[in-house]
């Protein structure tokens, strides 16, 4: 199966998949944001994100093997560094026609997109700079059109929800700032496109101007139990400026977990980064580190923190506490309690 998109330089469009139920079609999200970027080989960073908009826990997971992005040749720079998810290949086309970069995963049959969740990690580098450009995007079923904007404040790593005792926990972490006052969280009852209330009463301090990455969440505690609902994060910077980040839907159900557990990250391999998720029964003071096979702690991603009794997840980007990315290879990743109670599983860095 296999995806085909027309656009130029993307930052928010809709991306379709033949042969999958209409619901899953809706629900399937490509979205992209450009960033300027002076420490690479050129002066934008452009980054795409897959988005299972389907609800977390529904079970309509999305099968995955190719999606090609299609740009006008009059447009697009080729690029001169990229990056992928690993299993992911990537490849470079123009016939001045189209100039199209097509990502392929080669990890297996296909790629499995968990509904819920967003596969982050699909990074090229060019010399372009527009600043506002219209874009199509094309597929079996219609075709669509729109205007995109850019350079972003912010650079996502990671957008999630966790439904905990007292609510609907958001969590998020970001690579990069830059003049970022602060972030605001908006929900809707409608749809993944309209109908978004603040739901934030005062802006959620940002980190300025940062390089390393920061990780901040939010409860809504005024969720109802069994309403379906989409969430957005925006951030703010210094001149009032907002920028709206790709949605996350949630269906609020108060069931807990009965048991401590910790789950198999993912994706696993992974590059650049992966989440681990566990299971709380009760509030409990929690410890996720990761360890090389030696036993030498490499990374503390929580550190003796009380949570709440719920599901939750944490984002490993691959690097130690000393901001260094780490060496492919095979590692350790531990839930550890006050209690006393530790559980582990093995992850594997791919680059």
Not at 55 to 76: A, C, H, K, Q
Request: aromatic share 12%; glycine share 8%; hydrophobic share 35%.
């Amino acid at each position: 199966m296999k995806v085909v998109t027309t656009f130029l330089w993307g930052m928010f469009f809709l991306l379709f998949l033949s042969g999958q139920a209409s619901a899953q079609l809706e629900n399937l999200h490509l979205f992209g944001e450009r960033k300027n970027d002076t420490g690479a080989c050129a002066v934008n960073k452009y980054s795409y994100t897959l988005a299972n908009l389907n609800s977390v826990g529904s079970g309509n997971d999305i099968e995955i093997t190719e999606f090609t992005v299609v740009f006008d040749p009059n447009t697009l720079c080729e690029p001169c560094s990229h990056s992928e998810p690993a299993g992911w290949t990537y490849a470079y086309t123009n016939d001045s026609t189209n100039a199209k970069i097509t990502w392929t995963y080669t990890g297996g049959a296909s790629y499995t997109l968990p509904a819920g969740s967003f596969l982050y990690g699909f990074v090229f580098h060019s010399v372009c700079s527009e600043e506002s450009v219209s874009y199509t995007v094309e597929s079996d079923i219609g075709t669509s059109s729109g205007n995109v904007v850019g350079p972003v404040p912010v650079e996502l790593l990671m957008f999630s929800a966790n439904v905990v005792s007292d609510g609907i926990e958001l969590s998020w972490s970001t690579a990069s700032e830059t003049e970022n006052a602060g972030f605001e969280l908006w929900r809707s009852e409608q749809g993944p496109e309209n109908g978004y209330r603040k739901i934030t009463q005062r802006l959620i301090p940002g980190a300025g101007n940062a390089s390393d990455q920061n990780d901040y969440s939010f409860i809504d505690d005024r969720a109802e139990v069994g309403k379906t609902y989409f969430y957005r994060l925006a951030d703010v910077d210094y001149n009032g400026t907002v920028t709206f980040h790709n949605p996350l839907r949630v269906t609020f159900e108060n069931a807990m977990p009965d048991e401590f557990a910790l789950l198999q990250n993912y994706p696993n391999p992974f590059n650049p980064s992966t989440t681990i998720a566990f299971d709380l029964p009760v509030r409990s003071e929690v410890a996720v580190k990761i360890y090389n096979l030696v036993g030498q702690e490499i990374r503390t991603l929580i550190a003796g923190k009380s949570l709440p009794a719920g599901s939750h997840r944490v984002i490993w980007n691959g690097r130690n506490n000393a901001g260094q990315t780490m060496a492919t290879g095979i590692y350790i990743y531990s839930l550890e309690t006050a209690s006393g109670l530790v559980m582990k599983k093995k992850l594997v860095l791919a680059k």
